[in-house]
């Protein structure tokens, strides 16, 4: 069995502990967090009698390591439950929500991907000049600017004043530009400081300087042999923020009112729509889990020395 | 280079595959009427009035579906589909009108439609109404158009108990799906509900769609970029003072008849005692409020039901604002000043700034008010059990004087009712049991097992091309049915 393939099925079965992990923390959670879930159903007016008919009708008087059994059970036939709240199939609510989260989650990358990188190439290239100060002021303010100040600001100066883009919605398509321009931005100031930052160690190295002195050109050395080396630690950032990205961001999806998993997930915690929850919280640590793996994946490409070892 | 140009490429395929289809979309606009986009602060749950207690289902379920009963100015019920008379105080004969309008689906509304409906409510398990319709004995169909109804004990308040919308028999046998799908015989009928819910008026076919946006500073700036033709409540007064500034917006205010109120815990050893409730009821600046921060037409409540309630009381005179009076009763009260108590709220923007103004108004009468604002959920399970000392909630769209009962009766503790503070009064039991709402209702007011605060103002706020649209008392949306574009 080759190398990659050891790393395959050794990552794949640490990333099925942890789903059980999850699903089982989740479960115990959902059962430990006040409220009821059939006085969420029934109201507060329901007599005994009704209650206890329907506990026992949706199987919630039998022992919790049952419930967990037959919650495992129906999960291997793809079948979430249905929402308390609307009676939809909350694998229906998970088609529609969780697209569209990953559609943001893409598109704010590919943005803080555009912004974030050549602005840290940039800064490095011209490290302690007027021009890296302004880089290094910009990405600190655009850091520190929260999604609640920063979204409403770009409705009023895009969708408002110049009328260039819709205010909030899912309709039309163009409507996702501001939702992933706030989350773009807020992760190109991150990927700026840290290309910059991770650039400048590797300039200073030797194989770079012996490749200036080969009579490289600065475009690649730059390219072809620093930003490569530089990679590693952008990938790391690049992961992390991709796995938060795609467990749906809260904020950004209520202002914007774009239909995400992060705005589902916190509707259900608001509303204690329990299955709902517990379908949300394990895609979300699936997201996570497989982002981090494709991180690994990406790791070993970029770099040989972790491919071999 | 290459990989620059293929980012760059992807993000045009992205937009321009949205162009295309926003073009599409437009096509098919132009040949419709331009739909009434109104932006809502949270979207309908469930359309089918038999699973439905949130405030948006049931106001856009009262425009879907039509029930047998309604209210009027004084929240009197009064005929809808039907009128009715009391055979015997256990039998109630309603009669459909004749000009019940048939089904969106074309099937005739008939007395068969009436009983399938209560019947399958009374069956489901997972009903919240089941609750309220144990007392029916059994429905007896009479002819197509006569139903009548057999309690198991008298109730004379049973009318106005069937609100529920009507739906079509031949569907209820089917299980069809009305959450999603609903199909009922009112003034607007379901189109599509993706993202947002379409609706159509059956009258001439205008569109109108409702769009959830929670944020309220988005649903302004949607309304001021012409992305939302409509908005209604839920916003802070600050707000409405911009849009009422605004010339290209019109806001529309009414009179509200949603109660505002500090719940307090019975079984607190300090709240017990009257003295210390009085003291808090003169510790609060109700005027000042309302002024300040509230929307227009706010007023000062005396109790759940409004003055203008068939079983309102003008009578009941608010307590006034006198922190040297409060600090009076607490010591009288043998209080060792400064007073602590924990006040728990959610954590809605608006709930939590009447805390904080709350807090600054009770400390110079001696009171030290801690606020606790916990996520909806947890805060309203805290309350149902009896885990606080004072809570601010409101009472929506309450219409029948019951509610003294369920919210005060000593027999109506959770989760045998509404009685949240844990309330027992022998005097005003006899009261609630001979329905004597004036005298019941100035007991409640003398002995505050609750702190009444107010009926906040309703308004709404459209675009200057929108008519025929007012607030109405307990915030429904019934005039969505009336709206229209000016010509």
């Keep these: ?309 | 280079m290459r990989v620059f140009n293929a980012i760059i490429g992807f993000c045009l395929l992205f937009l321009c595959g949205g162009n295309q289809l926003n073009a599409g979309q437009q096509s098919d606009a132009a040949t419709a009427a331009a739909p009434i986009r109104f932006a809502v602060a949270q979207a309908p749950l469930n359309l089918d009035p038999r699973y439905a207690t949130d405030a948006a289902s049931e106001r856009v379920n009262r425009l879907i579906y039509h029930s047998l009963v309604d209210f009027d100015a004084a929240s009197k019920p009064i005929p809808k589909l039907a009128t009715w008379v009391a055979i015997s105080p256990k039998e109630y004969r309603f009669t459909l009108n004749k000009s019940s309008a048939s089904f969106h689906n074309q099937a005739a509304l008939t007395a068969h439609d009436v009983k399938a409906t209560y019947d399958s409510i009374k069956t489901l398990k997972d009903s919240p109404h089941a609750a309220e319709f144990t007392n029916i004995a059994y429905i007896e169909v009479i002819d197509e158009s006569t139903v009548t109804f057999h309690l198991k004990q008298a109730d004379q308040h049973f009318a106005a108990k069937l609100i529920i919308g009507i739906l079509p028999k031949g569907l209820i046998s089917k299980n069809h799906d009305f959450s999603h799908q609903p199909v009922g015989n009112g003034a607007l009928e379901f189109v599509s509900w993706q993202n947002k819910l379409s609706l159509k008026r059956t009258t001439d076919g205008q569109m109108i769609t409702l769009t959830e946006v929670k944020d309220p500073t988005v649903r302004v700036l949607k309304l001021l970029r012409g992305e939302a033709d409509l908005l209604q409540g839920d916003l802070p007064p600050e707000l409405v003072k911009h849009l009422q500034a605004k010339p290209e917006i019109i806001v529309k205010a009414s009179q509200g008849a949603n109660f505002s109120y500090l719940g307090l815990n019975m079984r607190d050893s300090v709240l017990k005692n009257l003295k210390v409730r009085q003291a808090i009821a003169h510790a609060i600046d109700r005027q000042a409020i309302i002024e300040k921060v509230m929307v227009k037409n706010t007023r000062i409540a005396g109790a759940i039901l409004p003055p203008e309630h068939y079983a309102g009381n003008a009578g009941l005179k608010p307590y006034d604002y006198n922190p040297t009076l409060a600090k009076q009763l607490l010591l009288e009260a043998g209080i060792e000043l400064p007073l602590k108590l924990i006040y728990k709220t959610s954590t809605d923007a608006q709930r939590v700034r009447f805390a904080t103004i709350l807090q600054a108004q009770m400390r110079p009468a001696g009171i030290d008010l801690e606020i606790r604002s916990l996520d909806w959920g947890t805060f309203f399970e805290d309350v149902k059990q009896g885990r606080f000392q004072l809570f601010g909630l409101t009472w929506v769209g309450i219409k029948t004087p019951e509610i003294y009962s369920t919210a005060f009766g000593s027999q109506n503790f959770p989760p045998n009712g509404f009685n949240r503070g844990r309330f027992s009064d022998a005097e005003l039991d006899s009261l609630l049991a001979k329905e004597d709402w004036p005298a019941a209702t100035s007991r409640i007011h003398a002995q505050l097992p609750y702190i009444p605060l107010w009926y906040e103002g309703q308004f709404a706020a459209f675009n200057k091309n929108i008519k025929n649209y007012l607030p109405k008392p307990d915030g429904n949306w019934d005039d969505l049915a009336t709206i229209a574009y000016k010509k």
């Design chain 1, 1 to 309: 069995m080759t190398g990659a393939a050891m790393f395959l099925i050794k990552k794949l079965s640490s990333l099925a502990t942890v789903v059980f992990g999850v699903l089982l923390l989740t479960f115990l959670l959902i059962h430990l967090v006040p409220g009821d879930p059939v006085e969420v159903m029934l109201g507060e007016s329901a007599n005994m009698a009704d209650r206890e008919a329907l506990r026992a009708d949706l199987g919630l008087d039998k022992p919790l390591i049952q419930q967990f059994g037959s919650y495992l059970a129906k999960l291997a036939h793809g079948d979430f439950g249905r929402s308390i709240h609307t009676k939809t199939p909350i694998i229906d609510l998970i088609k529609t929500r969780y697209p569209a989260t990953v559609k943001l989650a893409v598109l704010s990358l590919i943005i803080g991907l555009i912004v974030g990188v050549p602005l840290g190439i940039y800064a490095a290239l011209k490290a302690n000049h007027w021009q890296d100060f302004i880089v290094t002021i910009v990405s600190v303010r655009l850091s520190a600017m929260p999604a609640f100040w920063l979204g409403p600001m770009f409705m009023l100066i895009f969708a408002v004043w110049w009328g260039w883009l819709p205010v909030s919605g899912m309709e039309p398509n163009t409507s996702i530009i501001l939702p992933a321009m706030t989350l773009g931005f807020g992760l190109s100031a991150i990927l700026t400081r840290m290309t910059r930052t991770s650039l400048l160690e590797v300039l200073n190295d030797d194989y770079i300087r012996t490749a200036r002195a080969k009579g490289l050109s600065e475009k690649t050395v730059i390219f072809r042999h620093a930003l490569r080396a530089a990679l590693l630690p952008i990938i790391t950032i690049v992961g992390l923020q991709m796995g938060s990205l795609l467990a749906g961001t809260v904020i950004t999806e209520t202002i914007f009112s774009w239909d995400g998993i992060g705005r589902l997930l916190v509707e259900s915690i608001e509303k204690r729509d329990y299955p709902v929850t517990q379908a949300c919280v394990l895609i979300v640590a699936l997201s996570y889990v497989l982002v981090n793996l494709l991180t690994d994946i990406l790791y070993q490409l970029a770099d040989p020395r972790v491919r071999r070892a």
